[in-house]
């Protein structure tokens, strides 16, 4: 099993910058892919970043260019510098973590993005 813990959600205006960060417990020796997602109001759960274990990184076309992912020298921490924030990133952000074809979840950090 891996918990995943977030924080670094708040109330920020347009324009402005928020860093979460994101720390995985328990069974970490085998996380590979770590990740951000979000969910606004109303809307389905999508993707935002992820980073391999590589380095390797996607990003939602929506954040490109405004969002930074990033892994801690630790295997088990993610990190996700937003910046430029617009009301429309305003959701409750959550840390993913794959182990295999296993997903883990934390339960979420909420952003929102006054304008």
């Known amino acids: 099993q891996v918990q995943l813990g977030e924080s670094g959600g708040g109330l920020v205006q347009a324009g402005g910058s928020l860093r979460l960060s994101c720390a995985a417990s328990?069974?970490?020796?085998?996380?590979?892919?770590m990740g951000w997602y979000r969910q606004a109001p109303g809307k389905q759960r999508e993707l935002v970043a992820t980073?391999?274990?590589?380095?390797?990184?996607t990003y939602a076309d929506s954040v490109k260019g405004r969002f930074t992912i990033s892994r801690g020298g630790a295997k088990n921490t993610v990190y996700l510098q937003m910046n430029s924030l617009k009301p429309e990133d305003t959701a409750v952000y959550y840390c993913?973590?794959?182990?295999?074809?296993?997903?883990?979840w934390g339960k979420g950090t909420l952003v929102t993005v006054s304008s």
């Open positions: 328990g069974l970490i020796f085998n996380i590979n892919t």
């Open positions: 993913s973590a794959k182990v295999f074809a296993v997903d883990y």
């Open positions: 980073s391999t274990i590589g380095r390797n990184t």
